[in-house]
């Protein structure tokens, strides 16, 4: 594996807050790390990543669908 297909693998914080349209900021998301709520987190090289696999699972368990009328 390349280091740049390892790259789209994983998002730091900033990168994830840009994924969700900017809300979360990227210090909420920090902030729920801190506090321990959120999505897992890896420490790789002293960064803080998230596994878009991770970030994926946590998206499906967030989504609710509408109820038809």
Do not use: C
């Amino acid at each position: 594996m390349t280091r740049n297909e390892n790259d789209k693998q994983f998002l730091n914080a900033k990168e994830l807050s840009k994924r969700w349209g900017g809300t979360p900021t990227a210090r909420t998301i920090d902030n729920w790390r801190y506090s321990g709520r959120g999505i897992n987190h890896y420490l790789i090289g002293g960064l803080v990543k998230y596994k878009l696999k991770d970030v994926e699972k946590y998206e499906e368990s967030v989504h609710r669908e509408n109820k038809e009328s």
